[in-house]
């Protein structure tokens, strides 16, 4: 299943909604900025993080954006571009 980039960022109004919302999405993706992460998700996992968010916000007051940018390929970095410092996306292991 092909994987895709997708920026989601949020607006939540309450510390707890909030905090809730950061957890989860820390789980899922890279914390890029102060609301916003960048996530490698396949429709399957994209649709279970759908499901676990939208109970988590009031959707009077609260504002979630998920953007697909595109197909994930391993063999090219992201085109991404900065002003000031430079986005260093984190080095992850796996421990088997």
Same mark, same amino acid.
């Given at each position: 299943?092909?994987?895709?980039?997708?920026?989601?960022?949020?607006?939540?109004?309450?510390?707890?909604?909030?905090?809730?919302?950061?957890?989860?999405?820390?789980?899922?993706?890279?914390?890029?900025?102060?609301? =916003?992460?960048?996530? #490698?998700?396949? /429709?399957? &996992?994209?649709?279970?993080?759908?499901? $676990?968010?939208?109970?988590?916000?009031?959707?009077?007051?609260?504002?979630?954006?998920?953007?697909?940018?595109?197909? =994930?390929?391993?063999? #090219?970095?992201? /085109?991404? &571009?900065?002003?000031?410092?430079?986005? $260093?996306?984190?080095?992850?292991?796996?421990?088997?």
């Amino acid at each position: 299943m092909a994987r895709r980039h997708f920026l989601i960022s949020y607006d939540i109004s309450d510390d707890k909604r909030r905090t809730k919302i950061f957890n989860t999405l820390s789980s899922n993706g890279d914390h890029v900025q102060f609301s =916003v992460f960048l996530c #490698q998700l396949n /429709p399957i &996992e994209l649709a279970r993080l759908r499901a $676990v968010l939208h109970p988590l916000i009031n959707t009077a007051e609260d504002q979630l954006l998920i953007l697909d940018l595109g197909k =994930v390929h391993y063999d #090219q970095p992201l /085109p991404m &571009e900065t002003i000031g410092q430079p986005y $260093v996306p984190p080095v992850r292991t796996m421990i088997v």
